[in-house]
């Protein structure tokens, strides 16, 4: 819930206030008048839309996903019963029970979400990222749309459910346009690190093609939203009682509390009427002729941050030669350095050594326990990580510049 109200984007379902009691917990959210996709395309579009409005709809989820994923938050659990819309038809992306924090370095492996539209490595409880699982879901969606199905349906048979998704076995109907099909086939791939990231989408053909102007700009961080403050907006809640500098730095500071949602809930009305299209945030963007409010810049007073920003980091070596070529001369190298590993998941391993003057003498404390990991930066660069688990750290430290040392493909 905290991670909701964050979030502020015109894709994204806007969340106003909780409300706890002992009992029940209260949502004042953003009012989707016409329900969600899953119901919507089910009674008034015979459970599929023509190729023009996939895309309208498909554009929008896109970029509210690389929002929430610009934030470090994955979703998790998108389906079309998470997408909603609003009085003007806009796809607006909701309940975020299942997302998570991403971290640089940190990988998750909780199995949540659906499964008709949950991810192979989500599915069978492997590490993951975050966006990849995100993009697998969107890909289930644009089948859908277009399809009128999910592309892994059995007639109820679970096993072969199963077995279609950890394969990626699913039929393209020939009535599909060729771009769309073109996409649904980079999208849905088993392997993560092949399958297309979101900057990769956004460049695709079929998906640029006639898209809206706003959707080809990055929306203001929440930070710079946090200090844009309407003088009009702010002026009608201080009508109302509150205290002037109060609500200014509840605002800077992105506080909850009565002035706050007042202040919201104006704004966005006010923006609703005005520019069905484009909420307020959106207005700086140049796309929309009408008038801009006036807003002040408001600078926060300093504070100490209530949890300390986590640097960013990665450890290992980027490489450019494609994922098959790097693993295959990883073990190659592990082989020879005599490292016993067990695979857990695609491109990812645990790994033990002993080194070999401490062969004999099998000791808790020579035994070198790792993790080897492939994956994919923003930069689309293939990054091999090695974690120490357990051991020397020296020894371990020892082990990698060994490893880095007969890697060919470096």
């Not at 048979?157 to 699913?170: V, W």
């Not at 020579?366 to 974690?387: C, P």
Request: one cysteine or more; a positive charge.
């Amino acid at each position: 819930m905290k991670i909701g109200r964050l979030l502020v984007h015109p894709h994204v379902v806007r969340q106003y206030e909780v409300i706890e009691t002992f009992t029940h917990i209260f949502i004042v959210m953003e009012y989707a008048e016409f329900g969600d996709l899953f119901e919507y395309v089910t009674l008034y579009k015979q459970n599929r839309f023509n190729e023009d409005e996939a895309r309208s709809v498909f554009q929008q989820i896109i970029f509210g996903v690389e929002y929430i994923h610009r934030n470090m938050v994955v979703h998790r659990d998108l389906k079309l019963e998470n997408l909603v819309l609003d009085s003007n038809y806009n796809v607006k992306i909701t309940d975020f029970g299942f997302c998570n924090v991403m971290r640089d370095g940190h990988f998750l492996n909780a199995r949540c979400g659906s499964p008709s539209y949950a991810s192979p490595e989500i599915l069978f409880g492997k590490l993951y990222a975050g966006p990849e699982v995100d993009v697998w879901s969107c890909g289930v969606i644009l089948y859908a749309l277009l399809c009128g199905k999910h592309p892994f349906d059995d007639e109820g048979n679970i096993s072969d459910f199963y077995r279609k998704i950890k394969h990626g076995i699913y039929n393209l109907p020939m009535s599909l346009p060729p771009g769309a099909r073109d996409l649904i086939r980079r999208v849905l791939v088993v392997d993560p690190t092949r399958r297309m990231t979101i900057p990769q989408i956004r460049q695709h053909p079929w998906f640029k093609a006639r898209l809206p102007c706003y959707l080809t700009v990055f929306p203001p961080s929440t930070d710079q939203l946090a200090k844009k403050i309407d003088e009009q907006i702010l002026q009608k809640v201080i009508d109302k009682g509150f205290d002037k500098n109060q609500l200014i730095q509840s605002l800077l500071n992105r506080v909850q509390n009565k002035a706050t949602v007042a202040y919201y809930l104006l704004l966005d009305h006010q923006y609703r009427n005005s520019s069905p299209y484009l909420k307020a945030e959106f207005q700086e963007s140049g796309f929309n002729q009408i008038p801009l409010p006036r807003y002040i810049y408001y600078q926060r007073i300093d504070q100490r941050p209530e949890f300390p920003l986590e640097r960013k980091w990665s450890l290992g070596l980027q490489f450019q030669a494609n994922p098959h070529e790097i693993m295959t001369d990883v073990l190659k190298t592990l082989q020879e350095l005599g490292v016993c590993w067990k695979k857990i998941g695609y491109y990812n391993m645990k790994c033990r050594w002993i080194p070999r003057i401490h062969a004999t003498a099998m000791k808790p404390s020579n035994v070198v326990k790792f993790e080897v990991q492939l994956y994919k930066t923003q930069e689309e660069k293939n990054l091999l990580d090695l974690q120490r688990v357990q051991g020397s750290q020296c020894l371990f430290l020892d082990l990698c510049a060994a490893i880095f040392a007969q890697l060919c493909v470096l």
